[in-house]
């Protein structure tokens, strides 16, 4: 990168946002889960990172983006990340090959700007984290849920939105609960809505409430784009209710699966808005979670069918497995539990409820075991696993992010028998 062009950046950046062209710093950001080094017309470049702490900087350095873009030695382009965890769908890696691309990193952008406590609307900057504001509303004692991923807790909830995320609470289609947009076009230009223009309030509540606001619907451009740069959402969350259940149901027979998707669909249907979404898996989707890679960590080969029954019989792994959520009063609960049970009881399946004894029983009882004693006998070892993830799927459908579905990137990778479960990172 030239002098000239280092100068003009840093002489627009705050005292504590900084550029930065040291190799070990950008090749972390070029760690990518999609396997692109091994394509040579596929390989990324950074010139630098820029890691900004204010949010007036995007305009500044769009601008000046724009400002050097015919000039041949000055030219570059800017690809933001937010937490630059887009594991599977490029990582912190840019969308495009070109040479002179310099990575905007708004992961230091992390004020919580507004929170409604009636409606349940949060305003919020790129960097703000699943975890951050999980926490955020824990200390405020606001009774909201966080729309959480499978990506878990260090991922931020603006560009998981921007990315159209999807997740298991009430709210699964992450994008919709987006009510209100700012940012910037890639020509420097500001975007609000024209409601937030309108609206004469000091904390633009109408455009706060108001995702469709006036006119053509823009805010979409800001969606899997690139087109523009967004400094802060605000979103709706959904509220916390009185009781919960998760449901797993397991299939030991493959047949089954034509029957019991209509069934998946009734349920969606009949109890749309209280049973919050359902996740379909698969045996082999279900043994990445839980079993070891009998091909070895390190070895790109697709499992047989014949490894898959034997480790399926090993760990008691169904064919097929039905999760699901139903959230409202204690009286609503009880009658679509009463109702799942009566649709699916037509097929033959395992049928278990997080709020049913046996589960509350042996969350208390497993307590007790020594770890010596779980750790030494492998069918309780794997048990407690089992019971431990079941935990852990459920407080995902309750809005608290953990790391639980990471453990589903590692099933090759060579190192994955040493990592601690809590602190993976698949990037
Ligand atoms: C095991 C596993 C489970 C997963 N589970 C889920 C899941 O349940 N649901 C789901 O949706 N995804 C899931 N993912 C996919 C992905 O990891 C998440 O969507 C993650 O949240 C995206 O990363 P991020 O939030 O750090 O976004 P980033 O990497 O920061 O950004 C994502 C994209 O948005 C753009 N962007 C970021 N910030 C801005 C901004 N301010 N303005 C304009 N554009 C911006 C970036 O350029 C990039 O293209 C999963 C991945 C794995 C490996």
């Not at 040579?40 to 873009?69: F, G, P, Y």
């Not at 999807?166 to 890639?186: E, K, L, R």
């Not at 898996?281 to 091909?295: E, G, H, V």
Request: include cysteine; hydrophobic fraction near 40%; glycine fraction near 6%.
């Amino acid at each position: 990168m030239s002098q000239k062009l280092t100068s003009l950046i840093e002489n627009l950046l705050t005292t504590d946002s900084s550029l930065s062209f040291d190799p070990k710093q950008l090749s972390r950001f070029m760690l990518g889960t999609e396997g692109l080094t091994y394509f040579e017309k596929k390989q990324r470049n950074i010139l630098a990172i820029i890691r900004l702490t204010q949010s007036h900087e995007i305009k500044a350095l769009l601008d000046l983006a724009n400002h050097c873009a015919t000039d041949e030695e000055l030219a570059f382009s800017l690809y933001p990340i937010s937490t630059g965890n887009n594991w599977g769908y490029g990582t912190s890696q840019p969308a495009g090959t070109a040479k002179n691309i310099i990575l905007l990193d708004l992961g230091l952008l992390t004020d919580i700007k507004d929170f409604d406590s009636e409606l349940g609307l949060v305003t919020i900057e790129p960097g703000v984290t699943q975890q951050q504001l999980c926490d955020y509303l824990q200390l405020h004692n606001h009774d909201y849920m966080v729309p959480v991923t499978g990506a878990g807790p260090d991922c931020s909830i603006l560009a998981n939105a921007l990315e159209r995320g999807y997740g298991i609470t009430p709210y699964t289609d992450h994008f919709a609960a987006v009510n209100s947009i700012q940012g910037y076009w890639a020509n420097g230009t500001p975007y609000q809505s024209a409601v937030n223009e309108l609206d004469a309030s000091d904390d633009k509540f109408v455009d706060k409430t108001f995702k469709w606001g006036l006119g053509p619907y823009l805010e979409g451009l800001f969606t899997q784009s690139n087109l523009g740069i967004v400094s802060q959402i605000t979103i709706r969350l959904a509220k916390k209710k009185a009781d919960f259940t998760s449901f797993f149901i397991q299939m030991d027979d493959d047949e089954l699966l034509e029957q019991a998707v209509p069934l998946i669909r009734q349920v969606l249907q009949d109890y749309e808005g209280i049973v919050g979404s359902i996740n379909l898996m698969d045996q082999r989707r279900l043994l990445s979670m839980f079993a070891k890679n009998p091909k070895g960590n390190d070895t790109h080969q697709v499992m047989a069918n014949q490894d898959i029954a034997k480790l399926a019989k090993q760990l008691q792994a169904p064919n097929w497995t039905i999760v699901g959520s139903i959230y409202g009063s204690v009286g609503v609960v009880k009658a679509v539990k009463k109702e799942i049970n009566r649709i699916f009881k037509q097929l033959p399946c395992k049928r278990i409820y997080s709020n049913s004894l046996i589960i509350v029983v042996a969350n208390k009882v497993i307590k007790y075991i020594p770890s010596f004693l779980v750790n030494r006998v492998p069918p309780l070892s794997v048990a407690v696993e089992q019971l431990d993830s079941f935990n852990k799927g459920k407080e995902i459908m309750l809005g608290k992010p953990n790391k639980v579905a990471l453990k589903l990137a590692y099933w090759r990778h060579k190192e994955t028998v040493g990592f601690d479960k809590n602190k993976l990172s698949p990037g």
